[in-house]
């Protein structure tokens, strides 16, 4: 065990002793139903405190790596191996709220949200009348660039993001990208809508069942498709949130051949845990997941906002292809929401309403 927590780094204590020990589940230096290194043990060796070991085990206890047992210690439940049953006893325990207990989103300020229109059309004058390039607006791409480095941990270019009217469009814009001769797997249930435009677009779909920590590992296996479509945060509508394990399950699914991920990070940002769900575009090695999200749920769903992150190699082959598709969202709109990122309103009503909803579910109790 060779932890070391930097002073020098701006990432807090927990949150490097956090990724250190995660990297070594993944890595299977801690295989599968392991116990973790005493609290006490690992801060005598790092030299930092209890507390902050604990904080950072409670981070790998909510993204379903370990589970704590009551006068044991800490286990861990990540798994690599494919088509497992968890028993009841195995299941990771998330504090994310299952369906039942999801609610309408809080609505943004609305005095905060005219203020920033006001401020735009003040500071940028005409130019919310230009046409923006076909991507999107270089100041929403930078405000949505530098938002995912430090709230998700994406590290992405400018030219990866590509905005367009809403996820609808965004999934036609996919398969014009990836071909129409790919076969789609998606979750069942799920959004309508993803269903609805992959017909449209005239792909063959198949439709993977849900377990209750992601797609059930049997039907993956035997999946022959070229593309798997998931919400790994919150599946709608059956609220199902994939564990550490399924997602890593789903990364090695895309590793073997050419295949793609599409991951719809649907209302990711109201998570309840301490620190934000980890993207299977930051963990792949294989450059093969589109990262998309919206604004509807964030802002309004009147904006129709929506973007995607492509992978560095299919960016050229986006611009070369699909590249003349006129951007579809009102430079004005991007302007506003580029501001609303940039001055923190966006980041202060997210975590405004994260509090919220903690709130709500304690009282729950």
């Known amino acids: 065990m060779k932890y070391i927590i930097s002073k020098s780094e701006s990432i807090p204590a927990y949150l490097q002793l956090y990724k250190q020990v995660r990297n070594d589940i993944i890595n299977l230096i801690y295989p599968y139903n392991t116990k973790l290194p005493s609290k006490r043990i690992i801060a005598d060796e790092t030299g930092v405190s209890t507390v902050t070991v604990e904080h950072a085990y409670d981070l790998l206890c909510e993204e379903g790596y370990i589970e704590a047992r009551e006068r044991s210690g800490y286990f861990v439940i990540f798994r690599t191996d494919d088509g497992f049953v968890l028993s009841s006893q195995d299941e990771p325990k998330h504090i994310i709220p299952s369906a039942q207990h999801i609610v309408a989103p809080v609505e943004f300020p609305f005095s905060v949200l005219t ?14 009348l230009n046409r ?4 999107g607006s270089i100041e929403l791409r930078e405000s949505i660039q530098k938002y995912l480095a430090r709230s998700r941990g994406i590290e992405a270019g400018t030219e990866q993001i590509i905005i367009g009217s809403g996820s609808e469009y965004l999934y036609s814009l996919i398969v014009e990208l990836l071909g129409r001769n790919k076969t789609f797997a998606i979750e069942s249930p799920s959004y309508k809508k993803i269903e609805q435009v992959y017909r449209a677009s005239d792909v063959r779909i198949i439709k993977l069942p849900l377990g209750h920590d992601g797609i059930d590992s049997t039907s993956l296996k035997v999946c022959n498709a070229d593309v798997l479509h998931i919400s790994p945060y919150r599946s709608y509508p059956s609220g199902v949130t994939a564990s550490a394990s399924k997602r890593h399950e789903y990364l090695r699914w895309a590793g073997q051949g050419d295949r793609f991920i599409v991951e719809d990070d649907f209302e990711s940002e109201f998570s309840l845990l301490q620190k934000s769900e980890e993207t299977l575009f930051t963990h792949t090695t294989d450059d093969n997941v ?10 309004s769903t009147s904006f129709r906002v929506g973007y995607m992150v492509l992978p560095k190699h299919l960016t050229k082959i986006f611009y070369e292809h699909l590249g003349f598709y006129s951007c579809t969202v009102p430079t004005y709109i991007q302007f506003v929401l580029a501001e609303l990122i940039s001055n923190g309103d966006f980041e202060r009503h997210i975590n405004r309403v994260r509090r919220l909803k903690r709130k709500e579910l304690l009282s729950n109790k």
């Not at 589109?290 to 802002?299: Q, R």
Request: aromatic share 8%; charged share 10%.
């Open 132 to 135: 923006c390039p076909n991507s």
């Open 115 to 128: 203020k920033t229109m006001r401020n735009v059309i003040t500071n940028m004058g005409e130019s919310i």
């Open 290 to 299: 589109i990262y998309m999200n919206t604004f509807s749920m964030t802002v």
